[in-house]
């Protein structure tokens, strides 16, 4: 059984789509493979008093937008 010829989307060079191939079935296994210099990202971690501070600022937020959007006009 033949395997479907595609073209990359990056390089436009035609490739066999295997079922064992990794990454993108529109990518050429060369552009599909990963990049050796990607780190992973990695959460800032925060201590207590900046979580503390963020929780307080995003209810302020949401306090301030519950007034605008269902004050009453009197």
């Known amino acids: ?12 060079e035609e490739f066999e789509l295997r079922p064992d191939k990794p990454g993108f079935a ?6 599909s493979e990963p990049e050796e210099s990607a780190e992973p990202q990695v959460r800032p971690s925060s201590d207590y008093a900046e979580r503390r501070a963020q929780l307080e600022v995003a209810a302020a937020r949401r306090k301030a937008m519950r007034d605008l959007l269902y004050r009453k006009d009197s």
């Open 1 to 12: 059984m033949a395997f479907p010829i595609k073209t990359c989307v990056i390089c436009h």
């Open 26 to 31: 529109n990518r050429c296994p060369s552009c």
